[in-house]
C-alpha cells in the first residue's frame, strides 16, 4: 500500500509482486522442474486476463443495452466497447501459436501431474458464454452431467446467476422488437418486401425455363433449387411456420426481430441505420472469433495429446469440434444473407420516410 502523499510507483499500482508471483509450478513439487509448464501457466493466466477485460466490455454493452431506449450515441459506445472485444479475440487466437512451441513430449513432462483440473472449469470463459447467451439446453453434453457438476459450489452460484440474467442475445432481440421503421407512415416493410421477393423468384422461374442452354436435366435440377429457396421464404412469411422452425431451433429470433435484422440489413445505406448495421456486423464478428478459437483451440488438443482424453476427462478433439459447432449465438445474423434480395430490388423508400431515415445538418445561427 502506498502511503498518502508518496507518489505512486508502477510496481505498487500493478501489484506486481502479487501478479509475478503466481507462477508455481506443479512439476517442481512432484519431481523435475518441466521447463515448459511456465509457459503453460503464463499461457493461461494470459487468457484469464483477457477474458476478464471481455467481461468488463460485455457487462458494459448489456448494461447500455438494457435501458428502455438505446439513443444514437449509446449505439455508438456499445459499438466501441464490442470493437475492443473482436481486437482481445484476434490476440487470443494468435496466442494459441505461442504455446505451440511447446511440443507433446514437453507437456507429457507434466500433462498428469494437472489431473482432474482443465480449462473445462474457466469460470469466466463459462460467465463470457453465458453472458452472450449460450443457452444450457444447446451444451455439448460432458459426462451426462450438467456443465457446472466441475465447478466449486460457490462458482456454481456464480454460473446459475448469469444464467438468469438477461444475456446479450435476449437484450438483441428486444431492442430489435423495439426497432421503428417496420411501419412507417404508409411505408410497411414486410409488405414492400414480400413484393419483392415474389418477382425476384418469379423472375428466376422465367430465367430457368426459357434458358435454352439448359438441358432438361440440369432444368429439373435448377427448378428444384428454386423450390428449395420458395419454401424457405414461405417459412419466413408465415408466422406459425417459422414459429413451428423457431420451437426446432431453427431460428432463436423473434419473427419481428429477424425482421429488424434484415431491414437493418437491407437498408443499411441510409444514415440511420449505419450504426445498427455496424452493430449487428460486430456480433457476428464475435460469434465467429470464438468459433475460430475453438477450432484453433481443438487443433492445439489434437496435436498436443492425439486421441487421448483430455485431462478434465472428455473425449478431448472430439468433444472440443463439437463445441466448435454447437456453442454459437448469433447464427440468426449468419443465416440472414439466405433472405437478403439485390438493392436493385429493394422496395423504394417513399421520400418522407427516407428523410426521417438520413442525418441533416441544420444551422440555426444563419
Ligand atoms: C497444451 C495445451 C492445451 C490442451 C492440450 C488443451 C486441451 C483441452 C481439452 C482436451 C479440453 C476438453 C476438456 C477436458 O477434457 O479437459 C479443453 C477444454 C478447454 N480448454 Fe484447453 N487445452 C490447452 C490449452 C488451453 C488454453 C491455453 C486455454 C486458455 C484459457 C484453454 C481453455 C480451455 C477452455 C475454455 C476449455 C473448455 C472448452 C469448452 O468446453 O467449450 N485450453 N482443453
Not at 437484450?171 to 423495439?178: G, H, K, P, Q, V
Not at 445505406?269 to 455496424?278: A, G, K, M, T
Request: one cysteine or more.
Amino acid at each position: 500500500m502506498t502511503k498518502p502523499g508518496t507518489p505512486l510507483y508502477y510496481p505498487d499500482y500493478l501489484q506486481l509482486d502479487r501478479l509475478l508471483d503466481c507462477q508455481h509450478l506443479v512439476s517442481a513439487k512432484k519431481d523435475a522442474v518441466a521447463h515448459d509448464e511456465m509457459l503453460f501457466i503464463i499461457t493461461h493466466q494470459t487468457y484469464e486476463l483477457w477474458f476478464k477485460q471481455i467481461l468488463w466490455e460485455l457487462d458494459a454493452v448489456c448494461a447500455r443495452f438494457g435501458q428502455e431506449a438505446l439513443a444514437e450515441k449509446e449505439v455508438g459506445r456499445t459499438i466501441s466497447h464490442l470493437i475492443r472485444i473482436v481486437e482481445i479475440q484476434r490476440v487470443l487466437i494468435a496466442q494459441i501459436d505461442v504455446l505451440e512451441t511447446m511440443t507433446p513430449l514437453d507437456f507429457l513432462d507434466f500433462r498428469d501431474h494437472l489431473i482432474p483440473a482443465s480449462g473445462f472449469q474457466s469460470l469466466q470463459f463459462r460467465l463470457i458464454e453465458n453472458k452472450l447467451g449460450i443457452r444450457r439446453e444447446q451444451r455439448v453434453g460432458f459426462e451426462h452431467m450438467p456443465y457446472e457438476t466441475r465447478f466449486t459450489e460457490s462458482d456454481r452460484v456464480r454460473l446459475r446467476a448469469s444464467e438468469q440474467a438477461s444475456s446479450l442475445f435476449d437484450l438483441l432481440n428486444d431492442w430489435l422488437d423495439r426497432t421503428p421503421f417496420l411501419h412507417f407512415g404508409e411505408f410497411d416493410f414486410w409488405k414492400g418486401y414480400r413484393a419483392a421477393v415474389d418477382t425476384m423468384l418469379a423472375k428466376d422461374r422465367v430465367l430457368i425455363e426459357q434458358n435454352p442452354t439448359f438441358v432438361p436435366e440440369k432444368k429439373t435440377n435448377q427448378l428444384r433449387m428454386l423450390l428449395d429457396t420458395e419454401a424457405q421464404f414461405d417459412a419466413l412469411f408465415d408466422v406459425q411456420k417459422y414459429e413451428a422452425l423457431r420451437e426446432k431451433g431453427d431460428f432463436r429470433l423473434s419473427h419481428q426481430a429477424l425482421q429488424a435484422a434484415l431491414l437493418i440489413n437491407l437498408y443499411r445505406d441510409e444514415p440511420i441505420l449505419h450504426l445498427p448495421f455496424r452493430l449487428l456486423s460486430l456480433l457476428m464478428d464475435i460469434d465467429e472469433n470464438f468459433t475460430k478459437w475453438r477450432y484453433r483451440h481443438a487443433l492445439m488438443a489434437q496435436r498436443m495429446i492425439g486421441r487421448k482424453i483430455g485431462t478434465g476427462g472428455s473425449s478431448g478433439h472430439d468433444y472440443l469440434q463439437q463445441t466448435a459447432r454447437q456453442h454459437r449465438v448469433f447464427d440468426d445474423l449468419f443465416s440472414l444473407s439466405t433472405f437478403f434480395i439485390p438493392r436493385s430490388a429493394l422496395p423504394d423508400l417513399p421520400p418522407k420516410v427516407r428523410q426521417a431515415m438520413g442525418f441533416r445538418f441544420t444551422d440555426s445561427a444563419t
